[in-house]
């Protein structure tokens, strides 16, 4: 073969080359495109749904008439009736059960005698108001009529 035939050779296979370049180029191009839009589209969806407010404003030209209804749901059974064993067992019992910070242990007749002659009302004026490293109410959302019923059971128990 003579140079000018492998020349003509060599640039048509090239070309060819370059063509099938170009082609798959695009091709990947236009694949691409569809699947960035397709993409960007979900983007921009979630992205408004994160910052999207948490109200509306009501204007008064478009009335929301759903705008004030409230639902109450209705209570399967009436609340339970106060237990002062169970007001000591769930806020009390942690500290006073273990001794736990100097607290005085329920049932133990000793370390209850000296705070018992101080009396009931020195008795309730600390479980409510709190008194060393005890919260006030002990931690617990007790009114003081059942705070005290609470100090009556644990005295009960302790003398």
């Known amino acids: 073969m003579s140079d000018s035939k ?85 806020s009390c019992a942690a500290c006073h059960a273990a001794g736990v910070m100097g607290a005085p242990k329920m049932g133990d007749a000793g370390a209850w005698s000296s705070r018992i002659a101080q009396g009931k009302a020195t008795l309730y004026l600390h479980a409510i108001n709190g008194i060393g490293t005890m919260p006030p109410r002990g931690g617990s959302s007790l009114n003081d009529d059942q705070i005290k019923a609470v100090v009556d059971y644990m005295v009960e128990k302790s003398q």
């Not at 048509?12 to 495109?33: C, E, H, M, P, Q």
């Not at 759903?66 to 007001?87: H, I, M, Q, R, T």
């Open 6 to 90: 492998t020349w003509a050779i060599i640039a048509a296979v090239v070309v060819v080359l370059v063509a099938i370049a170009i082609v798959a180029f695009a091709v990947a191009n236009v694949a691409d495109n569809a699947v960035t839009h397709q993409r960007s589209q979900m983007d921009m969806e979630e992205t408004q749904a994160r910052i999207n407010p948490v109200g509306q404003v009501n204007l008064a030209s478009n009335p929301n008439p759903d705008l004030g209804k409230v639902e109450v749901a209705a209570a399967d059974e009436a609340p339970a009736e106060f237990s002062a064993e169970s007001a000591y067992n769930t």
